[in-house]
Structures are given as structure tokens and as C-alpha cells.
């Protein structure tokens, strides 16, 4: 079964610096979706950022990057220029591409406190 | 275009008793997927339901079910509740859920209390 595991369950950055979260995972598939979602106080899960794992290059949508290190099986995501509306629970995910289960495997979280 | 809505938001039962959740999906949008998302388990899986077949199913008891209607309409029941069913209940939906990796969008949730 495919694990997803967040080591930290608490981060907290400046406004205006930069903050990694980290993210590992466990799969024997070598085809598969990883996730960056995140989650305000509001409870909206919103989606951040998506990498497909047999693209080599790493995702990027516009402050949000990732680490993608396929042969680690790690996916940590960088916040570029942290803003207070970062400030949320951010969950890492994993989806099977191949098979019949689509389901989404989450880690426990990071919540993260961005200070002014 | 409308997000997925769920409904309702806010839900205290008492032991025993039976809940029904209901989500609508994006228009358009035909799969359905709800997760259950306590302080203790975090996230986990409950069903997703496609052309109003239930295609795949998480690690929970029996009293957890749901459905989907024609229109992509989709309820969740859990019967005999009991404290531990005190959880927020996510629903997301997806255009096919499947083949491509197509984005869940997720509903605000149905934060349910079990007395």
C-alpha cells in the first residue's frame, strides 16, 4: 500500500522569505500523480501544484515549485516570497496512474504560520 | 462555474442515529469522491462513485454507504452513528476521475458531531 509521509506538522516563515515542506513517500509503482494541496482555516482544499512523475522536470506554478526526487521518492514544495495568505495546512498527495483506484493518499500535514 | 457544494455544512446527531451528506459536483464533472478527514486519521478515503457506480471503496465498516444520482449528484450515509464518526466530511469531484489525471476539486465539507 502506498504511504505519504510529512515530517513536519508545524513550519512557520516570514513574510516575504522563502519556506520548504517536505513530503516522502512509499510506492512500488513507477508510473504515478503526486500533490501539493492546501487547506485555510476556511476548509476549502484547494490544489497547488501537481507533478506527474515520468516528467523529469519539476513543477512550478508561479511562488510554488517542488523538489521532485523520483529515486528518494521525496516531493517537498517551496513557497517563493511567503505571503500571509499562505498560511494554511498543506497536504501532500499521492494518485496511482494505472489500475482502477484513483483514490487520493494524503499525509498528515504541515500547517504553516506565516508572521508578519 | 459553481464550485461543489456540500450539504449540509454543520451536523450534530446523537449515537445511534443515521446522517445523509449531500454533494454536487462541477457541472459536468461525473466522478465523486468522498474522504473523511479527522485530527486523529487525518484524510482517508471513503468511495468514489462514477456514472452512478461505485467504483472504488476505502477501509471502512459497512455502515458507511453512498450513491449517485444521474445528474452526478451524490449522498453519503452512515448509519448507527457513533462518537468516532465526529469528523469533517470532504467531497471532491473530477471530470472522469480516472484515465487522465484530471483535478479533484474539493467541497468546503460537512463538519459532523456525533453526541
Known amino acids: 500500500a502506498q504511504t505519504v509521509t510529512q515530517s513536519q506538522p508545524e513550519m512557520s516563515v516570514q513574510e516575504a522569505e522563502t519556506v520548504t515542506l517536505s513530503c516522502t513517500y512509499d510506492?512500488?509503482?513507477?508510473?504515478?500523480?503526486l500533490f501539493w494541496y492546501k487547506q485555510p482555516p476556511s476548509r476549502q482544499m484547494i490544489l497547488v501544484i501537481r507533478?506527474?512523475?515520468?516528467?523529469?522536470q519539476n513543477a512550478t506554478e508561479n511562488r510554488f515549485s517542488v523538489n521532485f526526487q523520483k529515486a528518494a521518492k521525496s516531493f517537498s514544495l517551496k513557497i517563493s516570497d511567503s505571503q500571509l495568505g499562505d498560511a494554511a495546512m498543506y497536504f501532500c498527495a499521492y494518485r496511482m496512474m494505472r489500475g482502477s483506484n484513483y483514490k487520493l493518499t494524503f499525509g498528515k500535514g504541515t500547517l504553516l504560520t506565516v508572521n508578519p | 462555474k459553481a464550485g461543489v457544494t456540500q450539504t449540509p455544512r454543520y451536523l450534530i446527531k446523537t449515537r445511534g442515529q443515521q446522517v445523509t451528506l449531500s454533494c454536487s459536483p462541477i457541472s459536468g464533472h461525473r466522478s465523486v469522491s468522498w474522504y473523511q478527514q479527522t485530527p486523529g486519521q487525518g484524510l482517508q478515503f471513503l468511495f468514489e462513485?462514477?456514472?452512478?457506480?461505485?467504483?472504488n471503496k476505502g477501509n471502512f465498516p459497512g455502515r458507511f454507504s453512498g450513491r449517485q444520482f444521474s445528474n452526478s449528484r451524490s449522498e453519503m450515509n452512515v448509519s448507527t452513528l457513533e462518537l468516532g464518526d465526529s469528523a469533517l466530511y470532504l467531497c471532491?469531484?473530477?471530470?472522469?476521475?480516472?484515465?487522465?489525471?484530471?483535478?479533484?476539486?474539493f467541497g468546503p465539507g460537512t463538519r459532523l458531531t456525533v453526541l
Open positions: 462513485y462514477f456514472s452512478e457506480t461505485q467504483r
Open positions: 471532491a469531484s473530477s471530470l472522469t476521475g480516472g484515465v487522465v489525471a484530471d483535478t479533484q476539486y
Open positions: 507533478q506527474e512523475a515520468y516528467k523529469q
Open positions: 510506492t512500488s509503482e513507477s508510473d504515478y500523480y
